[in-house]
């Protein structure tokens, strides 16, 4: 991996968070001749202890607030990187109050009329509706007595932040208690709650390095795992065929092209009991079950390389069927209700290609659960 280094470019900066997806998406790019540097919150061990081991020309460490605004923006004026790519949605927000020279090089660049849609995502989900996307029957929460109309239409509800990620501000309320909880925790914050009907179906994941809006590199898989139950992150997810491929595709390229937006993005679906899929969340960024890519033919690592290089992503690319994917290490080492044996079945679907970023974050991620049990 040393000798990735001495690629001939672009420059490269990755923005916040330390994981294998992150480290994989390096990995990808430097393999290319890019030079990858990291800005990272992480304190994670293995980058400071282990350097050399990992692909990235040099790393930056700092926090996302204006204590760290200074050392990245030197960051950049040193580098002069052809693309900054923020890896979360923290990372993203904190472009938007940053210097043209770094805005103008951020992947995906969103412009201040769309920023609040991704600040709010109830008002994204209204647009959508707007633009012919079906999304989930949903009651605006603002006092009690919205929370008691709302529970008067049917149990059980998703009470929903509009800045939720992942499972932070959502909740499965399958009580009055449960409801009236959840909109005391969330609310008061900067953006709405809402409570959106419970689907039974299973849900859906569409990810694509987006260009323009259209999803030139596209995967779409359902969630065959999830935890938490029913509203968790995806543990193991299976490649989907037709029909379904082309009407998330669809759906995503919908929303997408209304954002005009160009780079990476996954959104969240879910099949109702009429077999429509309805749009439940956006999330701008590299997905968290993106090692199932290349197991199904996706060339989404090679359509963002040449994006940076040349503006062209390259010819069109979309997931092979059928590929089931446990997302690695999560699904052997994370909280689940699966057994030991289950869980060691997902020890096959490491990157082991490059088996030193496979292996410590393994050890990482194994010690982290282990720590958490004391």
Not at 247 to 264: I, M, R, S
Not at 280 to 295: E, H, I, K, Y
Not at 317 to 336: A, E, L, N, Q
């Amino acid at each position: 991996m040393i000798s990735r280094r001495t690629g001939s470019g672009p420059d490269i900066i990755l923005v916040d968070r330390m994981c294998l997806t992150t480290d994989y998406l390096a990995h990808q790019l430097a393999s290319r001749g890019a030079r990858v540097y990291l800005f990272t919150t992480s304190p994670k061990w293995p980058l400071s202890l282990l350097q050399a081991a990992y692909p990235y020309t040099s790393t930056v460490r700092g926090s996302l607030d204006d204590d760290s605004s200074e050392t990245f923006i030197n960051m950049v004026e040193r580098l002069n990187p052809a693309c900054i790519i923020p890896l979360t949605e923290p990372a993203l927000y904190w472009m938007w109050d940053k210097p043209a020279l770094i805005q103008e090089r951020c992947l995906p660049r969103v412009p201040p009329e769309i920023q609040p849609l991704l600040l709010d995502r109830a008002l994204l989900l209204e647009k959508a509706a707007a633009w012919g996307v079906s999304t989930p029957d949903a009651i605006p929460l603002s006092s009690h007595d919205d929370c008691h109309a709302a529970i008067a239409a049917g149990l059980p509800l998703i009470v929903k932040s509009g800045q939720s990620v992942a499972t932070a501000g959502v909740a499965l309320c399958r009580t009055s208690d449960e409801v009236i909880q959840a909109f005391d925790k969330f609310f008061g914050g900067t953006t709405s709650v809402s409570a959106q009907r419970y689907y039974v179906g299973l849900t859906y994941l569409a990810g694509a390095l987006f260009v323009h809006g259209e999803a030139v590199h596209f995967y779409a898989g359902k969630k065959t795992a999830v935890w938490p139950p029913l509203i968790g992150y995806s543990y193991e997810i299976e490649s989907v065929g037709e029909p379904h491929l082309s009407t998330l595709q669809q759906a995503a390229e919908a929303v997408c092209k209304n954002l005009e937006w160009t780079g990476l993005a996954s959104f969240d679906f879910v099949l109702d009991e009429t077999g429509q899929f309805r749009f439940v969340d956006f999330n701008p960024r590299l997905w968290g079950a993106a090692g199932a890519l290349m197991a199904a033919k996706v060339d989404l690592y090679e359509g963002i390389d040449g994006l940076i290089r040349s503006g062209h992503a390259g010819p069109p690319s979309r997931s092979v069927p059928g590929i089931s994917h446990r997302v690695f290490p999560k699904y052997t080492v994370g909280p689940t209700d699966m057994g030991w044996r289950r869980r060691l079945r997902g020890l096959h679907d490491g990157p082991w290609d490059i088996p030193f970023l496979a292996f410590s974050e393994f050890v990482y991620r194994a010690a982290i659960r282990m720590a958490s049990r004391f």
